[in-house]
């Protein structure tokens, strides 16, 4: 018999509630998404953004996720995209590195960052968009409160919106600068109005909440 546990596309186990599981992970996967993407991209010979399901639980096993059968059962059923056996792990890595949507049980939990009066209607979240948001996470976490007085102090109308070229120089004063493309893609996703301004606290929530 296989040591992995059988997967939720072989069974008719009915999927649990995935989020209450990748909060669980979400503090490991945060400080070693770099090594978890290295690991899956050594099995993505085709560059496909996934794998086989085996080998993603041997994956997990060895960055001890310390998750249960029936957790990796949701899990890997939930990111097998295709129904095909094979695991979507750069959706996994951006859904547990990057909180673009609010969790759940919002009561539970302490405000750190405001959510803005107006909501905002994001743009497309792709690759490039990720690729640029998971760059610069770890210098974002290291050093964010500073980060977010910096904003404030740019924001003289106190609107909770920067001007494109204050908030990356924000940035710029904590080491993190963007390349053009890069800008190009986070503004697309934060600024899909147009409108040259970006939601300072948008963006951090992004990393923190």
Known sequence: ASRHPQTAATCSVPLLNC???????????QHTWRGILKACKEKDVRKLGEIPVSDFLDIAEKFSLDLSKEEMNQITAKYDLKKNRRFAYYDFLQNCVLLLKPREHPLLQRVIIPKPQKPMSPGPQTQSFFRAMLRIQRQVLRCWR????????????HTGLLDIADFRQALHEY????????????LEYYDKSLSSKISYNEFLRAFIQ
Not at 146 to 157: A, G, I, L
């Open 19 to 29: 989020e209450t599981i990748e909060n669980k992970i979400r503090k490991i996967i």
């Open 146 to 157: 500073p980060m977010k007085q910096t904003f404030k102090s740019y924001d003289e109308s």
């Open 175 to 186: 080491g993190i600068n963007l390349t053009e493309e890069e800008l190009f893609h986070i």
